[in-house]
């Protein structure tokens, strides 16, 4: 069973950083991408960045690009999306999945990052 623990979501001033980190389990971590989400209030939920843990690509979503990064600790299978330069815009709930997602996939609670202004 697959089961996806997104955390370090927390308050934080504009302009600030934080650290997500999304640890894995019921899968073999190696054969999968992993992304990252958003869905702020009122909104849809959009993806934000994904990683190939086997090769390393990445990507990411034009709003994020140059502050956020994602990266991934095979040994711990745990994908991280540390966040810099952060905007009010960026107040959300940030979950992970695996990627490409399944319409069936259960997303979890997320953890909420508030960022003031």
């Known amino acids: 069973e697959v089961q996806l623990q997104a955390s370090g979501g927390g308050l934080v001033q504009t302009g600030g950083s934080l650290r997500l980190s999304c640890a894995a389990s019921g899968f073999t971590f190696e054969d999968y991408g992993l992304g990252w989400f958003r869905q702020a209030p009122g909104k849809e939920r959009e993806v934000l960045s994904c990683?190939?843990?086997?090769?390393?690509?990445?990507y990411y979503a034009d709003s994020v690009k140059g502050r956020f990064t994602i990266s991934s600790d095979n040994a711990k299978s745990t994908v991280y999306l540390q966040m810099n330069s952060l905007k009010h815009e960026d107040t959300a709930v940030y979950y992970c999945?695996?990627?490409?997602?399944?319409?069936?996939?259960?997303w979890g609670q997320g953890t909420l990052v508030t960022v003031s202004s």
């Open positions: 999945n695996v990627v490409p997602v399944k319409a069936s996939a259960y």
């Open positions: 990683i190939s843990i086997s090769d390393g690509s990445t």
